[in-house]
């Protein structure tokens, strides 16, 4: 695992986002003038495992960039855990989506990190 700043333009998202509540995160990011959490990314291909929301926020505040925490996706470290019943979701799934822009619904997939995850709050200047 890897905390680094990344160009947002190499970042893929593998799940839609819902626009009302990125402008509203937008808003919160920019009245504190920070961003709370990193993405969580898989640090090979750049996919967004978890922050798609923050990312489109990220992006209508006109950043260029964005903090993220790079794991191996692949590794057992990362765990794909479904919150649609009704969609199958594993690891290839999540990749082919991301590589392909034929993204899953909003709220599809949750990622977690085995052991947690560092909190590394970035001041939105350093984003621009």
Do not use: F
């Amino acid at each position: 695992m890897q905390i680094k700043t990344v160009l947002l333009e190499d970042l893929l998202p593998h799940e839609h986002h819902n626009l009302a509540r990125c402008r509203r995160l937008a808003k919160n990011i920019k009245k504190t003038a920070r961003l709370r959490r990193p993405l969580l990314v898989d640090g090979k291909t750049g996919i967004v495992l978890d922050g798609h929301h923050r990312l489109a926020a990220l992006k209508l505040l006109g950043c260029k960039r964005a903090r993220v925490l790079a794991v191996d996706y692949r590794s057992d470290e990362v765990k794909l855990l479904p919150r649609r019943k009704n969609i199958l979701v594993n690891k290839n799934e999540v990749i082919k989506r991301g590589q392909s822009n034929s993204l899953y619904p909003v709220k599809t997939t949750k990622h977690q990190v085995v052991g947690g995850r560092a909190s590394s709050s970035t001041r939105l200047d350093r984003l621009w």
